[in-house]
């Protein structure tokens, strides 16, 4: 960490020495905070502690390639938070599940709004920010965003002929167009963009956007596209999604058609009693619980 040190303009070199702490404040540049690591890993923060910051400043890591945020819609993030004093963990969603917020000062706070605001899917962020002088904030601190999509990215696959057509809108929100036949007798679970991320596994917590539909008539009963927000959640809590979404790469898009003999779990009501439903699933981040224990 470099310091400039003010010099006292005095002629006498002893009187200098006797006189420089206080004759002249020192003038510091910001300190050094270096990131390493590579995409959708936990990064690794470099810096001598403790940190001393001023006010609140940010860096691009990299950028990113996806679409820009938008404001007031959600934004996905991953975040390692230090306690810049001394360097410490305080908390961070590599190991469990991303977080979903709106780009809005009120949601994300105003350094976190200026950080994100302008950016694009995919861009790594560093943010250095003085302590707030109360609560848990009251000391520096550094943090890393990772920027993460909303909607699935990857490659389109064809479904199989006797599935719903699903149309998206430009927000990547679905619809669908009924079949008028008969529903098939047992689970199915067609791919409609391949990603190229993480598999899923059966124990794993997932981060997800979906609307589920009624078979017959193709209107939506549940989405979150319209509460606003992905959600995270435990695969083995719902049967039909562990089954069909299991091996799955993150990225993906899966039309599930989920016959009446599963449980449909929180989103099960009594106008779904005996019907069978799809849904249609935006794979955004898959978490290992079992790990994050570990």
Not at 7 to 12: D, I, N, Q, S
Not at 145 to 170: H, Y
Not at 178 to 200: D, H, K, M, N
Request: glycine share 10%.
């Amino acid at each position: 960490m470099r310091r400039l040190q003010g010099r006292a303009l005095v002629a006498g070199l002893a009187i200098a020495l006797l006189t420089l702490a206080g004759c002249s404040d020192p003038v510091s540049e910001p300190a050094t905070v270096t990131v390493s690591g590579e995409p959708g890993a936990a990064p690794t923060i470099t810096y001598l502690t403790p940190l001393q910051v001023d006010k609140t400043r940010t860096e691009q890591i990299w950028p990113g390639t996806g679409a820009e945020l938008v404001e007031g819609a959600p934004v996905l993030i991953d975040f390692w938070l230090e306690d810049a004093t001394d360097a410490t963990l305080v908390k961070e969603s590599y190991s469990t599940n991303p977080t979903a917020m709106l780009l809005t000062e009120e949601d994300l706070g105003t350094d976190l709004y200026e950080t994100l605001r302008g950016q694009q899917v995919g861009a790594r962020m560093l943010q250095v920010s003085p302590g707030s002088g109360a609560g848990a904030t009251d000391y520096p601190t550094v943090t890393v965003v990772d920027v993460l999509p909303t909607r699935a990215d990857g490659e389109a696959k064809p479904p199989r002929a006797d599935l719903p057509v699903v149309t998206l809108d430009a927000s990547g929100a679905p619809t669908i167009t009924p079949t008028g036949t008969e529903p098939p007798a047992t689970l199915v679970a067609q791919p409609l963009i391949r990603g190229s991320g993480e598999q899923v596994a059966a124990s794993d917590v997932v981060t997800v956007q979906y609307t589920g539909f009624a078979w017959t008539t193709g209107e939506p009963f549940d989405s979150t596209w319209t509460h606003g927000l992905p959600v995270s959640f435990s695969l083995q809590d719902v049967q039909a999604w562990a089954e069909g979404l299991v091996d799955q790469p993150v990225g993906s898009q899966v039309m599930l058609v989920v016959p009446p003999t599963y449980a449909l779990g929180v989103t099960e009501s009594e106008e779904l009693a005996g019907q069978t439903v799809v849904f249609v699933v935006d794979i955004l981040a898959t978490g290992h619980p079992e790990q994050a224990a570990g």
